[in-house]
């Protein structure tokens, strides 16, 4: 199933607490290293770069494979993918031997056979989204910078609202 | 909290869309953050804020809370992704070009705008090197005709000011797109009250916040607004698409995606330009939005039953009647100075350069507003030397009517 409404991807983003994160770089000027560092700084989430290329992330071990993730830590309840278009029917054959139930491709991050063949195997799929972006409109960050947060509540708020799945 | 889909009404997002209790004290009102800078929480927060990897408040030349507020209001209600403030109606228009232009650049622009807009584009935009084509507002194939390779934009306004003509927006928009553009559109006439560009294909939307959102004729401010589907990497615009030099080499459509326009907007031309929004205005222009939607039905009804009004009296040669909102022209019989004794004969209408206000206005543009433009200009713009533009506000439509008639008897007088 591919998730578009705004409210899905708040649902998700508050459900998953696992995240591997594949293509995750070590340069600071590099998108994913801008995900990586906003997510890992987010209560409750425990982000892990697959890259085999590096050792780790500011001091976050990396693992060669989500296969080699796997096998250590289980199943990661996300498969965030920053790779190029081509690599990613490879990518998304991986996820499915790990058995992972969601994957979401970063900005630019598309390759239509590749999420035909996530959403055939049952994946909830989301496509050309930030995660980072997405979880700062969930928890009201992106409201500081007059983005259209879409949130309309006279319900106080609570300074550092709980994630969903913790209340 | 998680909210599902509802999608909800104008008049229910004009008074809550920005603003839930403030979180740390429980105000229904929104406070006003009346403070330079922010506390950081630590060191390695301070470097995540800087380097654009989280988000907050550092300075508030770059961000507030309160002007946040109305940011994501005007963005609710614009139907955009998100909205940057600005000191000004112009301030905002200068940095929305600022955000994708430079020198070398091109913009093309129709004719019958706002006399600042002409003399901005013409004068300050054009001595930084960025050219700007005026075009008829009414032809299409001329603004066809005047893109170059070099082209960043099509400007139009909702509502030509003072002329009063409508602009095609799907037809702008469909032009503007064919040759890989964004359209940008001044509603500050309309107010997304009565027209929403975006739904008609704009990518960009400016206003002078000063006027009819405002309401009162108290604050100066400007907003721009954008929708967040314009293909800003599609090769035209290395302002967004290549690395930039002003923030550590970030590429903003690759980092930010749809974001890529907003950040820049805010992050380097605001930064850069300091053409802020103070708190307190934000917070009076937050108040005006809450009553918009009243306002815009009055002030349309009471337009419309002082130029049925000026239609039966022999004094007045021709009504512009307004086809979309409460600003119009009409002309006097006679000589420029039976111009000048109705204005000074008036008693409840204010003789001033604004419009939009909740009290009515009234002003002769030739010689005020417009008076930086050439005759040919004035032409273009659908100004005559006879025009008086009313903006009708909302007082008793029959106190107004009074007023016009006694005027326009002391106007016939030699």
């Known amino acids: 199933m591919i998730l578009t409404a705004a409210w899905q991807l708040r649902s998700l983003l508050s459900r998953v607490r696992t995240i591997a994160m594949i293509g995750a770089s070590n340069n600071p000027l590099r998108p994913s290293y801008t995900v990586f560092s906003y997510l890992r700084r987010q209560r409750f989430y425990d982000v892990t770069p697959i890259n085999p290329a590096i050792a780790s992330i500011d001091g976050i071990t990396a693992f060669p494979s989500l296969a080699a993730y796997a096998a250590a830590r289980g199943v990661p309840d996300i498969v965030d993918v920053f790779r190029r278009p081509s690599e990613l029917v490879a990518v998304v054959e991986q996820a499915i031997a790990v058995g992972a139930k969601t994957i979401w491709f970063q900005y630019g991050v598309i390759n239509d056979a590749a999420i035909a063949m996530a959403d055939a195997a049952g994946m909830s799929v989301v496509v050309d989204r930030c995660m980072k972006v997405e979880h700062a409109r969930v928890c009201g960050d992106l409201a500081v910078n007059g983005i259209n947060t879409g949130v309309l509540s006279s319900r106080r708020q609570p300074v550092h609202p709980p994630r969903a799945a913790d209340s | 909290m998680i909210q599902q889909e509802r999608e909800f009404g104008f008049a229910t997002r004009a008074l809550h869309a920005g603003t839930p209790p403030d979180p740390a004290t429980g105000s229904r009102a929104v406070p006003i953050y009346q403070t330079a800078a922010y506390v950081f929480g630590s060191t390695e927060q301070a470097a995540e804020l800087f380097a654009l990897r989280s988000y907050g408040h550092i300075y508030s030349r770059i961000s507030n809370p309160t002007v946040a507020a109305f940011e994501e209001r005007m963005a609710s209600l614009e139907g955009g992704l998100g909205a940057v403030a600005f000191s000004s109606g112009l301030a905002a228009q200068l940095c929305m070009v600022l955000s994708v232009a430079q020198a070398g650049d091109h913009i093309v622009c129709t004719q019958s705008v706002y006399g600042g807009t002409v003399t901005q584009l013409s004068v300050t935009i054009k001595r930084m090197g960025i050219e700007t084509t005026f075009v008829p507002a009414g032809d299409l194939s001329a603004v066809a005709a005047a893109i170059r390779p070099e082209t960043k934009l099509v400007f139009v306004e909702t509502i030509g000011n003072p002329s009063g003509v409508l602009a095609d927006l799907r037809g702008f928009a469909t032009l503007a797109h064919d040759a890989q553009l964004p359209l940008v559109v001044d509603n500050t006439f309309a107010t997304p009250y009565l027209c929403r560009p975006i739904e008609y294909g704009a990518d960009i939307v400016v206003h002078s916040a000063t006027k009819f959102i405002n309401g009162h004729g108290t604050t100066i401010g400007g907003v721009l607004i954008e929708s967040g589907t314009f293909p800003w990497d599609n090769g035209r615009f290395p302002l967004l698409s290549e690395p930039s030099p002003g923030y550590h080499q970030k590429i903003f459509t690759e980092t930010f995606g749809e974001y890529a326009f907003l950040t820049r907007a805010r992050a380097e031309v605001l930064r850069d330009v300091g053409a802020q929004m103070a708190p307190f205005d934000a917070w009076l222009l937050l108040l005006g939005l809450e009553t918009l939607a009243l306002r815009m039905e009055r002030h349309v009804a009471n337009a419309r039953a002082i130029a049925a009004f000026l239609q039966t009296r022999a004094e007045v040669a021709w009504v512009r009647e307004p086809k979309l909102g409460s600003i119009f022209t ?29 009290k009515s206005l009234v002003i002769h543009p030739a010689s005020t507003t417009h008076s930086q433009l050439s005759d040919a200009e004035l032409s273009n713009a659908g100004v005559e030397p006879e025009s008086v533009r009313l903006s009708v506000g909302l007082e008793d439509v029959n106190d107004l009517i009074w007023d016009l008639g006694n005027a326009l008897q002391a106007a016939a007088r030699e």
């Open chain 2, 330 to 358: 009409f002309g006097l019989r006679g000589s420029r100075e039976a111009g000048r004794r109705f204005i000074d004969a008036l008693e409840l209408w204010s003789h001033l350069a604004n419009v939009g206000d909740s």
